[in-house]
């Protein structure tokens, strides 16, 4: 079954536009006039279940607006959503029961509460059983070992404690789906780890679909197994992680020192990105060299030091953001 | 039901964490009952005296009562917590959970008023019987029927103050007609009972909100009669089910035009 189908989605906000200054204050009150943004453009998808799938774009893409859409906040103009065969905008509440969302920037939890209330009070919200809300605890306090705060009130917690008993949250009614939107923003390397870790371990252990929408490249990186990039509301790019290194890292970064200063020109395939006395970076498009081809370029016994890098699927997703 | 006791039990244990911002509320209270139990003993020269069908002890105890009303019943708190979910967007993340918005606030009103309501009850009994002395014309047998009308004057006047909350998906500030909301609350059937304006003004009143949500509660608790009784029930079951509506309309209209930007 699939876990998300979009089909032709689209979405515009009408915005009121006003003249600079007084004048146009005023203007605007005699007259007002409208902007119509497409955010969202005939976007269509699928997410099957289990999968975790990166939603990514720059800022004002139409990233929020399209997980709004999926997660029945907002409605939608045009197009079919369907979320594990729900329609979000007839069956708000029925959806709300089938999916998870944790929105970073968002708190969802009653600070004054403790966790182990707060994940009582999702449970009862969600018409859960009191002994399955019980048993759930039970089971998310070992898994993210919450022993220590589970009787802490929730604004005494550190932000990254904050952020798992979010998650546990909005796991506590058994979704099917996880929405995360920017899940790791504002944590320190540490607890992006931890959170990440026990992020894929739910993936596993309960076939949980993730729809992940991050600037973190780690997260990416860590969690996903698919990217879907959107661009001015449309997607630009919709491709397994596989298929991204395959199309887009068709390049290589050779740092360079050698034992004197060497001199290199650069030829077809190669850039020089970094120069100094005898330090070189160097970027190899492998489509028309091997690496090999560097022993051609510097004779091998003038190379005191090498180190061969990807580029970055950093560098990688701004490439696909600049060319759309 | 079980997900918006919650709620409201969630809601009444984070004000028992400030409790003491709750007992500091009450100060003013004091100070309005003492200044207009002094304006009533002017007003009164003889305290026999009956005015429009009070006497200077009912209307004491009346405007004490309605003072405490208007009181609990005010919450700004929480309407401005509906304003600001809209403005700022916030509400989207409480649509999608399975409840229904404009009851999760119900909710959250009761939890928000229930520790007020127990501490004005004694605050206002214990100022009353120190200033004013006991209510002559109070019988314990009323209270069951005072209760009902009570129970319905705080339904009307949230589910009023929701409706004109949620205006906030069409205009950007309700505040000043919850102002003139209170406003009206307070000077028609809180300091002064119906009864002190002319025969026109009291019709009107009739059928208004301030008829149902301070008038009825306050003046059956005075003086307790079936007949008003009867008439303030009907008048509170007519407005609840036509306020709820318009609640719920202005809400579902508005619920569709949720616009977040950024994120």
Not at chain 1, 2 to 13: D, G, I, M, Q, T
Not at chain 1, 280 to 309: A, G, M, Q, Y
Not at chain 2, 250 to 259: A, H, I, L
Request: glycine share 6%; hydrophobic share 45%; net charge neutral.
């Amino acid at each position: 079954m699939k876990a998300v189908e979009v089909k032709n989605l689209s979405k515009s906000f009408k915005t009121r536009i006003k003249e600079k200054g007084l004048k146009g204050s005023l203007k605007s009150l005699v007259k007002s006039e409208y902007e119509i943004k497409k955010a969202v453009n005939d976007i269509t998808f699928d997410v099957e279940e289990g999968e975790i799938v990166a939603f990514l774009g720059p800022n004002g893409a139409g990233k929020s607006t399209t997980i709004k859409m999926l997660t029945g906040i907002l409605e939608r103009d045009e197009g079919d959503i369907k979320i594990m065969g729900i329609d979000p905008s007839t069956d708000r509440k029925k959806l709300a029961k089938s999916i998870g969302t944790v929105f970073g920037q968002k708190e969802q939890l009653w600070t004054h509460l403790t966790p182990y209330d707060n994940f009582k009070f999702f449970g009862s919200i969600y018409d859960v059983p009191d002994d399955e809300v019980e048993e759930r605890i039970k089971e998310f306090n070992e898994l993210f070992e919450l022993d220590d705060i589970m009787n802490t009130p929730v604004r005494n917690l550190s932000l990254g404690q904050r952020i798992r008993c979010e998650i546990i949250a909005s796991l506590i009614h058994k979704p099917k789906i996880l929405f995360l939107d920017e899940p790791t923003i504002g944590l320190d390397p540490i607890v992006k780890d931890k959170i990440r870790y026990l992020i894929k371990k739910m993936n596993k252990e309960y076939n949980l679909t993730i729809f992940l929408t991050s600037h973190d490249i780690g997260d990416i990186q860590k969690l996903c197994e698919r990217i879907i990039i959107i661009n001015n509301g449309e997607i630009v790019t919709d491709d397994s992680m596989m298929e991204i290194r395959r199309k887009y890292f068709t390049k290589k970064i050779i740092k360079l020192r050698t034992n004197c200063e060497v001199d290199f020109v650069a030829k077809e395939g190669i850039d020089i990105l970094k120069r100094e006395e005898e330090y070189l970076k160097l970027s190899l498009d492998l489509k028309c060299l091997n690496v090999t081809d560097i022993f051609h370029l510097i004779p091998e016994n003038e190379i005191s030091d090498i180190s061969v890098s990807d580029v970055s699927l950093e560098s990688v997703i701004k490439e696909i953001y600049q060319s759309n | 039901m079980k997900k918006y006791f919650r709620i409201f039990e969630a809601t009444l244990n984070d004000k028992l964490q400030y409790l003491g911002e709750l007992l500091s509320k009450f100060f003013g209270f004091t100070l309005m009952v003492f200044i207009f139990v002094n304006l009533w003993k002017h007003i009164y020269e003889d305290p026999n005296e009956i005015i429009n069908g009070y006497t200077f002890n009912m209307m004491l105890w009346y405007v004490l009562i309605g003072e405490a009303y208007y009181t609990v019943m005010k919450n700004r708190d929480l309407t401005r917590g509906i304003k600001e979910d809209i403005v700022f967007g916030n509400i989207a993340y409480k649509i999608n959970k399975p409840y229904f918005y404009p009851f999760y606030c119900v909710a959250q009103y009761f939890g928000n008023i229930m520790l007020k309501v127990i501490t004005s009850v004694f605050v206002a009994t214990t100022l009353g019987l120190l200033l004013i002395g006991k209510l002559e014309t109070f019988s314990l047998k009323t209270i069951p029927f005072a209760f009902i009308v009570i129970v319905f004057a705080f339904l009307i006047n949230i589910f009023l103050r929701i409706a004109i909350s949620v205006s906030s998906f069409y205009i950007e500030d309700p505040e000043p007609f919850l102002w003139v909301l209170d406003k009206f609350l307070l000077v028609f059937g809180t300091v002064f009972p119906i009864e002190m304006y002319s025969n026109t003004i009291q019709t009107i009143i009739k059928f208004t909100p301030i008829y149902t949500i301070v008038y009825g509660p306050t003046k059956l608790l005075v003086d307790f009669d079936f007949e008003i009784f009867k008439s303030v029930l009907v008048a509170q079951i007519i407005q609840l089910a036509v306020i709820v509506i318009i609640c719920c309309f202005v809400y579902r209209k508005g619920e569709k035009k949720v616009n977040v930007n950024g994120g």
